[in-house]
């Protein structure tokens, strides 16, 4: 299986593997743009790379939305489901 291979779970439970690995993922990418542009003097490149560490900021905080999302579902889910199972009878 190459780094780049990647199986959906199917079994997460108040989050989401696939995109806690693809929100890894992103965050390793800012690093490396940020390093890259550290580096750069030529200044058509560094506002390319500059362009590309906020589009990934972008995407980041969408991939954090919606896990968040996907956590806050879980839970009322669960309470809902607790609300069935603690009866007093």
């Known amino acids: 299986m190459s780094e780049f291979d990647m199986k959906c779970q199917h079994d997460c439970k108040n989050t989401c593997a696939t995109l806690n ?3 890894r993922r992103e965050t390793a990418m800012v690093r490396f743009y940020e390093s890259a542009l550290d580096d750069c003097n030529i200044p058509e490149i560094s506002s390319y790379m500059a362009g590309l ?12 939305q919606k896990l968040n999302e996907i956590h806050v579902r879980s839970q009322v889910i669960n309470g809902i489901a607790s609300s069935f199972d603690n009866t007093d009878g």
């Open 21 to 23: 690995e693809a929100l």
């Open 53 to 64: 560490v906020e589009d990934k900021r972008k995407v980041i905080l969408s991939l954090i």
